[in-house]
């Protein structure tokens, strides 16, 4: 199962959203907190549709309209979207106002906006688009589950254009609660510092990736996903590289042919300790990465790193801040395995190739 | 009556998140549906609870509406006559 890449999307915490400038400097934070920098959505969303979009659902839209047009595609085939918590902001909203109302005068459109599936929904109802679609909502890996449904579809009909996505936001609220519990660090002294410490937790951050994916290969591809897997709660670390090394082989690859692992190393020492043994085992000579300094921590924080990966194959550029070891590629890129996994429990692999 | 209007010009445009628009920019006699401020069945929701919240009138007949919110006018007219 592969997907080739017709275009891209992006709204992060960095400057993604004009990719001619990739990869250019990375945007710095002093901070334990990122946010996205957000495009003018004028071009994108009318006056009197925006009044009523929270910040993330505007996000959506304009980065699936750059999507669109990136790709020249106008009516996609299905929408696809992966997310972790859905639209916070509305859902805060909502439930403050059944709080702070006593349960009476609830108002409709936070509450209509507050569902998973909004962003989703609320595309398909611009484009007037009534095919399949369809949003994933399974934690850290709510991303993969929607690519490995787009793969499914392409490869029943070569021909369908899928607009597949990763979108999660950061609301204040939500960045509180984690902290009270220990999701994010707060020793650190900005993104860049996310790995120089031996404690737990990570930086929080948010992002909206979209992808219009298709089967059928053309000369302006961007690359392609040319698989996704799945593993959960392995019992031993012998467990894990199996899967990773099966993973590839099922690809036709040896690990030798991977020119870039893109890890989702967060700077929680415990989570990290699980890549550090992964690179030993197996990827102790290949270049290795990673990305959550750039976007932050967040439930489809992969999608973020799928277009790092594809914009790294499309341009064989890659910014000089995410190597984690003393590899830097030596030659094309044109495998990239993004590796995902939170707390040891929920593993994701992603192979992207060039065209 | 035109202090009410204007209370309301600002509930609305603050309720129905009319984002760069200013009370003045509202004449209180235009339609609010269709051809004048543009609104549609999600406001017509926000506006009636934003009836029963702020000055304590329950639209009890769904089919009054249609004239109560006719315009800001009509609505400032129905608040004064049946608030308690």
Known sequence: MEAYIRGIGNISPQNSWDNADFPGETVLYDNNRLKCIEPDYKEFIKPIQMRRMSRTLKMGVAAAGKCLRDAKVEMPDAIIVGTGLGMMQDTEKFLTAIIDNDEKFLTPTSFIQSTHNTVGAHIAVMLKCNKYNLTYVHDSISFEEALLDSLIRIKEDHSEKILLAGIDELTDDYFTIANNVGFWKKDINGNTDLLNHNSSGSIAGEGASFFIVSGEEQPDNYARFAGVDIFYKPTSDDETENFIREFINSRGLELQDIDLVITGMNGDMVGDNVYKRMQKRLFDKTPTAYYKHLCGEYYTSSAFAAWLGVMILKTQRYPDDIFINDHKPSGPVNNILIYNQNNNTNHALTLLSAC | ?84
């Open chain 2, 1 to 84: 009556m035109e202090e009410l209007i204007q209370k309301l010009k600002v509930e609305i445009i603050e309720v129905l998140n009319l984002e760069e628009m200013e009370p003045e920019d509202i004449d209180s006699d235009d339609p609010l549906f269709g051809e004048g401020l543009g609104l549609d069945s999600i406001d017509a929701l926000e506006l009636i609870v934003l009836l029963e919240k702020n000055y304590g009138i329950r639209i009890e007949d769904p089919k009054d509406g249609r004239k109560i919110f006719f315009s800001v006018r009509t609505m400032a007219e129905y608040i004064t006559e049946n608030q308690k």
